[in-house]
Nanobody, 118 residues
Framework: MQLVESGGGSAQAGGSLRLSCEAS????????MAWIRQAPGQEREAVAT???????SYADSVKGRFTIWKDIAKNSLHLQMNSLKPEDTAMYHC?????????????WGQGTQVTVSS
């Protein structure tokens, strides 16, 4: 499955951005998917995940501010980011794997940059 992210950019602290990930070659409903971010010099962090049944989970750092969902009709994944903080600045990747117990994500998008200024 091919994944292409969009929607990144710059925002002020307290603002909002919405990320989108268009999938092709397979259907998002068949995959466990995630938004994973990486800031320079820091480890990757899965900020939000969603399983094949639509159940979502969030990292403590974004809980209550970010929302992940799948649009089955458009075969896409989204991330609504509200109350943004400078520490949310990172490259955000959409990733997918067939099952949540797979050890690694085997489908990745190229990433979209999010920059939050104070």
């Amino acid at each position: 499955m091919q994944l292409v992210e969009s929607g990144g950019g710059s925002a002020q602290a307290g603002g909002s951005l919405r990320l989108s990930c268009e999938a092709s070659g397979d259907t998002v409903s068949e995959y466990f998917m995630a938004w994973i971010r990486q800031a320079p010099g820091q480890e990757r962090e899965a900020v939000a995940t969603i399983d094949r049944d639509g159940n979502s989970s969030y990292a403590d750092s974004v809980k209550g501010r970010f929302t992940i969902w799948k649009d089955i009709a458009k075969n896409s994944l989204h991330l609504q980011m509200n109350s943004l903080k400078p520490e949310d600045t990172a490259m955000y990747h959409c990733a997918a794997k067939r099952f949540n117990w797979y050890p690694a994500y085997d489908n990745w998008g190229q990433g979209t940059q999010v920059t939050v200024s104070s």
